[in-house]
């Protein structure tokens, strides 16, 4: 009986700390906004069927910019393209940092191009876009590659006439491969490294954007201390990232460096021209978060409009068939199914020869 005593009080001591530690602190300066509770903020006020419907009727109440309370942590909402237009164009270097991203923060730590701010994104996207533009239009050129990884589609599908197919492994592993300018190699669609990576990549996607991950957004120094999906992200990272380590260490021998192959090569040439500046940003860290950063922002997004672009031809193909045509190749009808389609609904698209 004390016992449970003891232990009711325990928790209930646990909970007002919690509760008092949740307490959104004063903001003097943000701009106004729904009234928030201790430790839930503005939660309860949010629409179960979406964000942004909550968002919308914040906006009609509080003007294009308000404040809302995600749990304890305050989140200034700007809607409208003027509003929009003034933070991100007018006001381009103030608005110019990124939020963390609670699920990856512990890989990631403020290294690489995506998620750096102030000086050592400026120099890291600096030397991304003359990198990879460079890589575009220098020797071998990303359309030569787009044309290389076409063709091997092309030859893969051939394997299949006529069967079904589940185009979102070919969507995965073309964009995966084309954004392999960094790596300076494409893999074979069977390679199995090259599958495991692959299912690293996405299986952390579909965690990152799972609701566990997005209630772990919310109180993140807390559930840190329980299992769910932040761990298996972080492993997963961890894992591609060991592959990145190998891969750098495989440039490292084979670097010429009067004719670098690929976006680590260059970064290993800039390493070692700053190798005696202790500002520099360009170190080991960097170059591996970095390297993860652009497979990860090229593959989703890529394979993602590869895959809505396949689904409106699908629906509309009066517009599919229209650029088919204009090519002037044969078309050979194929069988796809697309995620949410049953086999029995299977539509045709053309396969280019
Ligand atoms: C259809 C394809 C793509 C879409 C829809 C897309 C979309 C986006 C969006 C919305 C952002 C955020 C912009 C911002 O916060 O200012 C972004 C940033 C970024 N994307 Fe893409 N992207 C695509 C392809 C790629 C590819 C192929 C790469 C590289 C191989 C890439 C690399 C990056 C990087 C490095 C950033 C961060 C830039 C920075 O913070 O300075 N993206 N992308």
Redesign the pocket.
């Known amino acids: 009986m004390e016992l449970t005593i003891l232990l009711l009080l325990a928790l209930l001591t646990g909970l007002w700390v919690l509760l008092a530690r949740g307490r959104p602190k004063a903001h003097g300066r943000l701009p106004p906004g729904p009234r928030p509770l201790p430790f839930l903020g503005n939660l309860l006020q949010m629409d179960r069927k979406g964000l942004l419907k909550s968002f919308l009727r914040f906006q009609q109440k509080y003007g294009d910019v308000f404040t809302v309370y995600l749990g304890p942590r305050p989140v200034v909402i700007i809607c409208g393209t003027e509003a929009i237009r003034e933070a991100?164009v007018d006001q381009a270097e103030a608005f110019s940092g990124?939020a963390k991203i609670a699920v990856i923060d512990p890989i990631v730590h403020g290294y690489d191009?995506?998620?750096a701010t102030g000086e050592r994104?400026k120099a890291l996207?600096r030397f991304?876009l003359a990198t990879?533009r460079d890589f575009g239009m220098g020797k071998r050129s990303v359309e030569e590659r787009i044309q290389e990884e076409a063709q091997c589609l092309v030859e893969e599908l051939r394997k299949t006439p006529g069967a079904l197919q589940d185009p979102v492994f070919y969507f995965h592993s073309i964009?995966a491969n084309?954004?392999s300018?960094?790596f300076g190699k494409r893999f074979d669609y069977r390679d199995p490294e090259f599958l495991r990576l692959l299912d690293l990549f996405f299986q952390s996607f579909v965690l990152i954007s799972s609701l566990s991950s997005q209630v772990f957004e919310l109180y993140p120094s807390f559930l840190k201390y329980f299992p769910g999906s932040h761990r298996q992200i972080y492993k997963n990272l961890q894992e591609i990232n060991v592959f990145i380590g190998r891969s750098v260490e495989k440039h490292r021998e084979t670097l010429d460096p009067n004719a670098p192959q690929d976006f680590i090569d260059c970064y290993l040439l800039r390493m070692e021209k700053d190798k005696s500046d202790p500002q520099s940003h360009f170190d080991h860290q960097n170059l591996i978060m970095s390297v993860l950063?652009?497979?990860f922002?090229?593959?989703e997004?890529?394979s993602?409009?590869l895959r809505y672009g396949f689904l409106l031809m699908l629906k509309y193909p009066h517009i599919a068939v229209f650029p088919l045509m204009n090519w002037r190749r044969k078309w050979q009808p194929t069988a796809v199914f697309l995620p949410g389609e049953s086999c029995g609904q299977r539509s045709l698209v053309g396969c280019c020869q």
Do not use: D, Q
């Open positions: 991100l990124r191009v995506v998620f994104w996207r991304s990879t964009t084309i954004c300018i960094v950063s652009l497979f922002a090229g593959t997004t890529t993602t409009t």
